[in-house]
């Protein structure tokens, strides 16, 4: 019921920057609803895992292989998640998908290729 499209990704330097967006489109009743915003990766090889979550009430959690690089937030106001991707290392490599939850289920992006390659 709600769409997801991520965008941000690309080829960046170790230790330098990205930002990933997840724009949601659908029903302001169904976006309203939103529970838990994950980011997820998968690398070649390796199972998808959360990197970082947000939930309605703004409390996050995050990997710790990531923790204190990387920063999750929402603009309601956008219909927008981001995920902020500083010091970015070589094994921060990975396709990287947004997901959502709200009371009916939840949705997937199509994902966004990141590479950190010098």
């Known amino acids: 019921q709600v769409q997801l499209v991520e965008s941000g990704g690309g080829l960046v330097q170790p230790g330098g920057s990205l930002r990933l967006s997840c724009i949601a489109s659908g029903s302001i009743r169904n976006i309203l609803s939103i529970t838990y915003t994950g980011w997820y990766r998968q690398a070649p090889g390796k199972q998808r895992e959360l990197v970082a979550g947000i939930t309605s009430g703004g409390n996050t959690n995050y990997a710790d292989s990531v923790k204190g690089r990387f920063t999750i937030s929402r603009d309601n106001a956008k219909k927008t998640a981001y995920l902020q991707m500083n010091s970015l290392k070589p094994e921060d490599t990975a396709v990287y998908y947004c997901?959502?939850?709200?009371?009916?289920?939840?949705?997937w992006g199509q994902g966004t290729q990141v590479t950190v390659s010098s």
């Open positions: 997901n959502v939850q709200n009371g009916a289920g939840g949705s």
